[in-house]
């Protein structure tokens, strides 16, 4: 889980809702929630209100590449002091299997992209490197990232969708005079992540 947990936890930075958004109805995506920047990620809900205005965040490679370094550069404003007792609720899916639902401790968090509590008042910039596994199952992946003040005030709701493919995926298809042979996809898992997503797979096909 080391790919997930350093990139909610990068973006946790920057991601410190009344309710949370997660208690209520399914997030839907809109076009017009899109975050700021070079990235896949989308705003929950209307982020009027929320203490936190994230003003960009760029993502390079995006999206990301198994085996490659991932560069997270995000700039906020806080409109007011978070501090201790804040907390996120962390939601990651692997297609229609749930990976984590969980709620997590955000100064624990946040202090995984070397950050600390309090997040003070005003700009907050935050530039955060991840060397992501070669071993992340292909596939597409749903995360979710709500964090909120520990009364329940909104400060803001990330929601992404990123896609990885299998490393070589149509490497000398172009050039191939042959026949194309179009069947399952195989590919080996391993690591935590591979673990997880085995699992879940072996529990559906015995409900």
């Not at 982020?47 to 205005?53: E, G, V, W």
């Not at 002091?81 to 899916?93: A, D, I, N, P, R």
């Not at 929601?159 to 194309?180: L, Y």
Request: charged content about 30%; proline content about 7%.
């Amino acid at each position: 889980m080391q790919f997930t947990t350093l990139f909610l936890a990068a973006i946790s930075a920057l991601s410190v809702s009344a309710k949370p958004s997660w208690m209520g109805d399914q997030v839907t995506v809109k076009e017009e929630y899109k975050v700021p920047g070079d990235n896949p990620l989308y705003f929950c809900g209307d982020p009027a209100d929320d203490i936190l205005k994230i003003e960009k965040v760029d993502l390079s490679p995006n999206p990301p590449k198994p085996g490659e370094k991932l560069t997270i550069k995000a700039t906020g404003d806080f409109k007011e002091e978070v501090g201790e007792g804040f907390k996120m609720h962390l939601q990651v899916k692997y297609g229609l299997i749930t990976l984590i639902n969980q709620q997590a401790d955000g100064c624990e968090t946040i202090g995984k992209a070397d950050l600390e509590c309090p997040l003070d008042k005003g700009e907050m910039k935050l530039t955060k490197d991840v060397d992501l596994p070669r071993e992340i199952p292909p596939g597409s992946y749903t995360v979710l990232a709500d964090v909120y003040t520990e009364e329940g005030d909104k400060i803001t709701c990330l929601t992404a969708k990123i896609a990885f493919h299998r490393t070589g995926a149509g490497e000398g298809s172009s050039k191939s005079g042959g026949n194309v042979k179009i069947g399952k996809p195989r590919f080996q898992m391993s690591g935590p992540l591979a673990d997880m997503v085995q699992e879940r797979l072996r529990q559906r096909n015995e409900l």
